[in-house]
Structures are given as structure tokens and as C-alpha cells.
């Protein structure tokens, strides 16, 4: 697939068929992940891959009291039709995590630059191997969603995937077959982003 048809179709996919993944697109999309840049090249990123449903359950559980209160935002006056749509499929993922057939927790460490490493460079190298990893899945034919799920449980999911101290935790990507249809992504337009020679 053209990486600009896979750009421009790479939605948020908050239902996902439970079909297994194949191990061998698992481990290309992580390869897609593992090409990205990173400051001076240092490649800080690990990602743990969680199929295992009692671990998927764990997970789950941790962000579930969460879950629950954030459902109220559906409620909330002045949200858009669009914005309740997005709600309602984060509230569908977050509640159904254990069934999510491939959980990517996309991790890094804090190690650059090596004579004094800041934490600035930590999410400098997480961000854009997530992105090139659901780029890769678009185009694989598999749905991902970018997620911050750990951040409401985040020492439950150390615990839970024995992740170390030190490790920062970047982003939790749901990975699966789509149940619903991919893009096209919404997105401001080039001519009201683009600054010429200023800003
Ligand atoms: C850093 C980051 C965190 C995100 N966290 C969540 C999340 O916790 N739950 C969720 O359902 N979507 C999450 N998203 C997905 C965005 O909500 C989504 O990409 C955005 O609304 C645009 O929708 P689209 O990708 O379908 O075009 C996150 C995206 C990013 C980049």
C-alpha cells in the first residue's frame, strides 16, 4: 500500500474482530516500529507484546474503575455528536481491553544523550516508532488504536508486565482485525497549518 493511502486512512479503530494476529505481522509492524528515527540513532524503545488473555484481564481490571467514571463524559452538555462517537469507542476499547487480540505497550529509556540523558529524548524516540508501527499495521490491514491506558494505572501495568523502574512507558497500542472500516482521517487542512519563511 502507498504510504499516503495508509497515512490517510489510519483511524482510530476502537473495534477490533477477536481474530488472532499472525505472529510474523506482529513482528512486522514492530519492525516498521524499530525503523523510525531516534535522537543520535539511540533506539531506546522496547515493546512488550501482551495475547495472553488472563494478562489482557489484569490490565483491564486496573483501568476499569476509570473507565467507569469516565463514561459520565457522555453526558456532558456542549459535547458534539462527533466528540460523543469518539467517546463511545474509547469507553468500548477500554471496557473490552481484555479482548483485544494484540496489546503493544511501546516503552523507552531514558538514555541520550549518554553524557546527560534527559527525558525530552525518551519520548522523542516512543512517538515516532508508534507512529510508524500504526502506520505499518494500516497497511498490513490491521486496526490499531493510539492509547494512554497505562497512564491511569501505571503502576499496575509495571507490575502486572514486570516492567522495570527505570522504563518510561510511551503508549499501550490496541492492535486486531477492524470491525469497522478504516479512514479517511479528519484533519486541518495544509494551507491553514503551513507557515512560509515566518510563522
Ligand atoms: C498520544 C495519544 C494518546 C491517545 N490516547 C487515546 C486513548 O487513551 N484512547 C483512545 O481511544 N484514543 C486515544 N488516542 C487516539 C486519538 O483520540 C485519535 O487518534 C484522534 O481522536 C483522531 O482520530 P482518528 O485517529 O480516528 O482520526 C490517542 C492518540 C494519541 C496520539
Redesign the pocket.
Known amino acids: 500500500m502507498d504510504v499516503f493511502e495508509a497515512m490517510e486512512t489510519?483511524?482510530?479503530i476502537?473495534y477490533l474482530k477477536p481474530d488472532p494476529v499472525p505472529e510474523a505481522l506482529i513482528e512486522k509492524v514492530i519492525h516498521g516500529a524499530t525503523r523510525a528515527s531516534s535522537p543520535g540513532n539511540s533506539q531506546g524503545w522496547d515493546f512488550v507484546v501482551v495475547t495472553d488473555r488472563d494478562v489482557k484481564q489484569r490490565l483491564a481490571d486496573a483501568i476499569a474503575p476509570v473507565v467507569g467514571m469516565n463514561a459520565a463524559a457522555l453526558d456532558s452538555p456542549g459535547v458534539s455528536e462527533g466528540e460523543r462517537r469518539?467517546i463511545r469507542?474509547?469507553l468500548h476499547?477500554?471496557s473490552h481491553l481484555a479482548d483485544v487480540p494484540v496489546l503493544i505497550v511501546c516503552c523507552a529509556r531514558k538514555i541520550y544523550p549518554p553524557q546527560d540523558p534527559q527525558e525530552l529524548f525518551v519520548w522523542s524516540a516512543v512517538?515516532p516508532a508508534s507512529q510508524n508501527l500504526i502506520v505499518a499495521a494500516r497497511a498490513l490491514g490491521l486496526g490499531t488504536?493510539?492509547?494512554?491506558?497505562h497512564a491511569v494505572a501505571e503502576e499496575a501495568f509495571r507490575s502486572i508486565l514486570g516492567i522495570p523502574d527505570e522504563v518510561f512507558i510511551g503508549?499501550t497500542v490496541a492492535l486486531g482485525y477492524p470491525d469497522r472500516p478504516f479512514?479517511p482521517?479528519?484533519?486541518r487542512p495544509v494551507a491553514e497549518v503551513i507557515h512560509r519563511d515566518r510563522w
Open positions: 489510519c483511524r482510530a476502537r469518539m469507542g474509547a476499547l477500554a512517538y488504536t493510539f492509547t494512554t491506558f503508549t479512514g482521517v479528519r484533519r
